[in-house]
């Protein structure tokens, strides 16, 4: 008989531990677990070298006790009313252009403001990401300085 019915595992999901039962889950029960909506989010296990792998919400993990996962929610947002997504929420401006198919060395990018009016940035800038943002490129204006 096997004996591992009663057998604890330790994990941890966006710094909180969990304790389960069950050896093998789902990805998307491992969401619902640490009270995150499969539909929104998903499921990355943490490897040693600090690399990320995305598991597939139906996909069934053995997992092992110490086992390290992150939630993460992929952004959708416009530029130039273009649909783009990531999962990073923090990029340069310049990443954010060249993500647009647009030269940084010629354009800059602006958030659309909820009020209308736009917020500029620097390329070098990190641009928070919120999902349902809209951004725009404007061509440089005048020589360089």
Do not use: C, W
């Not at 989010?41 to 390290?68: A, P, W």
């Amino acid at each position: 008989m096997a004996s591992n019915i009663n057998t604890s595992l330790q994990i941890v999901i966006d710094g909180k531990a969990f304790r389960t039962q069950d050896g093998d889950q789902e990805a998307a029960a491992l969401l619902r677990l640490a009270s995150r909506d499969p539909k929104v989010f998903d499921l990355f296990l943490l490897k040693k070298n600090g690399v990320e792998e995305k598991i597939r919400d139906g996909q069934i993990i053995n997992l092992k006790n110490g086992d390290q996962f992150v939630s993460r929610q992929k952004l959708h947002f416009t530029i130039d009313g273009e649909s783009q997504s990531s999962y990073d929420d923090d990029q340069s401006a310049a990443a954010l252009l060249r993500l647009a198919g647009v030269d940084p060395a010629g354009y800059d990018l602006a958030r659309i403001l909820p009020g209308g009016g736009t917020e500029t940035f620097s390329d070098a800038q990190i641009v928070k990401i919120n999902d349902g943002d809209e951004f725009v490129t404007a061509k440089h204006v005048g020589g360089v300085a």
